[in-house]
């Protein structure tokens, strides 16, 4: 007889199995989707597992019921709307009850395609997780397991969906249930506070340097984040700068370079060979396989931006190598017809006959194998796009192809050596490290906040207390951590689910200036020269945001209240967008649209956007951004200045001061060029925009600073600095006069500057800033709004008590 032993995840579950296997135990260690696995394998029931295959089967059905659809029509083409669909219909068929609860207008579509869905994929031999799990429980009660097992020690096992608790409760029936801790006690936690992102991985870093110099094992230490994509991009310089041996996350099909070339193979056959796609074409490590020589490069570069195959032969093929790569480009075949999609297959795996692994690039067996095993996904994908009936046109195969990329994960290379473990927090529950550190620990990341579905508007709750209970059951030592400020710079706040008398013990050590939070005091000018003196330090000690120091303009108490007493804010917390979401939003529609060089609509943009962001997109805001691209576009093609930075970051802009050097940081939204160099720099605005007389008054610093920071990375001449409105495309700010015609302005158009005026603009701008500072460096935080209208959403009304504000 034997024990079964149900446990989170399976990476747990094989751990605990070799140690069974080692103690010659009786103990059978399972995940939930493990058993389900290992129950159909014993019965020897056919069937096929393949999630490519159940993603490909959701386009394939929308595309045979496009014509039905009304609400779905616009989104049909949409990656975002499909996962959103795969998603459902997984929930649905786990709880048919929730179909019920699909929003009215969308119930008829949605049962249509999930008819259409299941009908496809039995057709096709494949079962999903859920249909699996329903087979399971048919399998439990004859199973040869059951008569095995003695007893079940249940354990942790995360969020269960209906059909799973359904399963575990006939597992528990007529067996004794023993539930199980991972641990005695919990573990030891340790919480500290560091000032960024970048400085949090660089202590754990440095940390994990030392134990493991002092002889600890790799395996026995781990690295856990709620959100562990952004910070990546910190982790994988900063690990390899401390040498730490580490598991790095498997990447898809599209971000390796086989994949990567492939796709952008076939996106820039749609949009005819463009320069900009013909250079990553043949970027060393990450293009297309030739070698080009420096001087076919450098034709390349000089080459004007024409378009065209032809195009292209004509100024390329006497280079050597270029004759290759342009023969090659001859062979992709675009079909102006839809053609079944097996004939769109048979026409890559032709193509692909030229693209041997071998020949790409390889410093190392381990990227070698990312080849190899890059070729294999494109295979697996070419072979499942080859089942589907469905007839594509060309740029539909070419979404298609490019959606299965980026879903293939390619399997995780298999190392002897050890290694730690860098993950998400689920995959941690469990694993018995020494010490497990959790990073990034800020509200509004975890404990997650709930979130509503925009298709059944059903409202999804996460246990995060209960998650983080057993993390700290998962190690003997747990060391948690939060960035005072996020990767932008704006201030962080710590979970909630800390102590507040922990986050005080292990906060920076700046002393806390409380006496002057009694209500009704009204500072003036701070006459204690410990606490200016401390102002200063904070100050000079940091990165400043733009934002932050626009406070100062709009009511220097906010800021005081805001930035030096670091007042906590209550956010309440709403179903409806904020107008602060709904800009981030706007912005980033705006951002990937000229990323994608206006080749994608808008609209398809903007809604992929808000369905990412799990928001209710309204008519309104389509109609708004899209008579603003409208606009806006047309002002780039008659101007000649085209978007080239987008939403492009900036540190360590310095301010001299009497009292020292401020740095200031911060993301200007976009900056057009034209082909001389010249630049043109923007802030959208979703509200007014700030006049002209305010700009040039210094009643906003953002286009001042970001002037400061342009000309510290731009060669040409700068000659327009405007906000620009996205609800009407109405432009504000100062231009050049020698070039004002240029971009669409005329005489009678506010902010045209002479040249003996523009060309002092900078130091203008420098010494306002400068102004400000010094006031803030002496202490100077009157309760003094700009306009009335400051005060109308200022969380700090209740303290200032200004007449009309609280």
Known sequence: MSTLCLVPHQTLAQKWRQSSLREDGELRPFSIAGLVSSLLKDEGIPYRENRLLEQLTIGEVIGQHQQDLTCFAPLVNFPGFMQDLHRLFGEISAQPSLLDKVVPQYSAEIQLLYTAYYKRLLSLGVWDQTTQLRKAIDCWPSSRLRQTVNQIELYYLGELNSLEQEFLALLCQDVPVVPKEFASSAAVVSLSVAKSPEDEV???????HAVLAAGGEPNDYAVVFPQLAIYLPII???????????????????????????????QASLTNWPKVTLGQLTIPGWGLPFVLDQQARRAWKLA?????????????????????????????????????????????????????????????????????????GIQQICQGLSLSEQLLSYPQFVTMFQTACSNYILPQTRSFHQRVSVSSLESAVGMGYKTLYIAGMIEGVFP???????????????????????????????????????????????SPLFNPNDLASKAMDVPRISPLLQRGVQPVVLVDTSIRDLIRRLLLSRQLSVSR???????????????????????????????????????????????????????????????????????????MLTAFNQKDTKLVINSGYRPTHLEYPFRDIKVETDYGTVSLHGVIDRIDQNRDGN?????????????????????????????LAAEQFLQGDV????????????????????????????????????????????????????????????????IAPRKPEVCTYCPYSSICRKEGCG
């Open 679 to 707: 630049y043109i720099i923007y802030d959208y605005k979703l509200g007014k925009n700030p006049t002209t007389k305010e700009v040039l008054a210094g009643e906003n610093l953002q286009l001042q600073v970001y002037l």
């Open 448 to 494: 997650k906040p709930a979130i509503r579905d925009w298709l059944t508007m059903e409202v999804t709750n996460t246990n995060s207390q209960k998650l983080y209970d057993q993390l700290c059951l998962s190690a003997r030592k747990v060391e948690v951590s939060y960035p005072l400020a996020d990767f932008e710079g704006k201030p962080n706040i710590a």
């Open 719 to 782: 000659v327009g600095l405007s906000f620009y409105c996205i609800k009407d495309g109405a432009r504000n700010g100062v231009w050049y006069e020698d070039t004002h015609r240029d971009v669409g302005l005329t005489r009678r158009n506010a902010g045209i500057l002479p040249a003996d005026e523009w060309n002092i603009l900078q130091d203008v701008f420098m010494q306002t800033l400068q102004r400000y500072l010094h006031r803030i460096f002496a202490g100077e935080f009157p």
């Open 549 to 623: 120091l626009n406070l100062y303009l709009d009511c220097p108490y906010r800021f005081f209240c805001s930035q030096i007493l670091q007042l906590a804010v209550d956010e309440v917390s709403d179903d409806e967008i904020t107008a602060s979401q709904e800009g981030q939003l706007l912005h980033e529609a705006l951002r990937r649209f000229w990323q994608q060089e206006a080749k994608t609509p808008i609209t398809e943009i903007l809604t992929n956007c808000y369905q990412e962001a799990g928001q209710f997109l309204t008519r309104r805001v389509v109609r």
């Open 202 to 208: 660089r202590a754990i870093a440095k940390q994990l």
């Open 304 to 376: 004007p931006g024409v378009s065209g195959l032809a195009a292209w032969q004509e100024l390329l093929t006497a280079h050597t190598g270029w004759s290759d790569v342009l023969g090659l480009l001859q062979q992709v075949k675009r079909n102006q017809k839809p053609l079944p999609c097996s004939t769109h297959v048979a026409n890559v795996l032709q193509l692909l006959e030229t693209f041997n692994p071998h020949r790409w690039p390889a410093s190392s067996e381990q990227q070698m194998g990312t080849h190899l095993l890059a070729w294999d």
């Open 236 to 266: 994988m310089p900063v690990f390899s700068e401390y040498q730490i041996p580490w598991t790095t996350p498997t990447p898809s099909l599209a971000h390796v370079p086989i994949g990567k070339s492939i796709v952008t193979l076939l």
